[in-house]
């Protein structure tokens, strides 16, 4: 995959940061654009550092968003991709499109989140342990991934800025990160 163009991150606060607070579109066109678009998102994420990145927070509507937490889990670490446990690091980046939490454990945990719109804070946040989640590939093949630890985390987060919620929003607690 050839690499995309770093965008512009938009940030609360921003005159343009009203894309935030609205729900995503959903996506029904794959093919070039949208392929596109996903290697923008990916360049994007890695030009800042972050573990996980959704089409709003470069201005964009659709539900569409990209993780990749390789870095921050253990190598061996897996989750289950089409029914099959597969390595984390092995499936990263993830690109979904139109990304829904079917299922989620009855536990939840609170734990630090940061988000690449929100700079220099950060916050509790109690998020489902686990999750099954539906989602759509750049070629619009729909998939299943089962995970927990990080990836959870993450996923859920990112499927929150598809939905038009910040963090902030849900966080126990919002400090100033140190
Ligand atoms: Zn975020």
Redesign the pocket.
């Known amino acids: 995959m050839d690499t995309g163009k770093v965008s512009r991150i938009v940030k609360i606060g921003d005159p343009d940061a009203d894309i935030l607070y609205k729900e995503g579109r959903e996506v029904t066109e794959f093919g070039k654009s949208i392929i596109d678009f996903a290697k923008d998102l990916i360049a994007t994420m890695r030009a800042a550092r972050g573990i996980g990145i959704a089409a709003q ?1 470069v201005g964009r509507s659709e539900r569409a968003l990209v993780i990749d937490v390789s870095k921050g889990v253990d190598k061996s670490t897996t989750c289950k991709s089409d029914n099959k446990i597969v390595r984390i690091r092995n499936i990263s980046p993830i690109i979904m499109f139109n990304a829904k939490v079917e299922n989620h454990s009855k536990e939840t945990r609170v734990g630090i989140e940061g ?3 929100v700079p220099g804070q950060e916050g509790e946040v109690e998020r489902y342990i686990s999750v099954e989640i539906s989602y759509q590939d750049e070629n619009g093949k729909s998939h299943r991934l089962a995970c927990n630890g990080l990836l959870s985390i993450c996923s859920q ?1 990112e499927i929150d ?1 598809n939905n038009g919620i ?2 902030t929003k849900k966080a126990i607690k919002v400090s100033r990160k140190v």
Request: hydrophobic share 25%; aromatic share 12%; net charge neutral.
């Open positions: 927070q988000c690449l719109s987060h800025h910040v963090y």
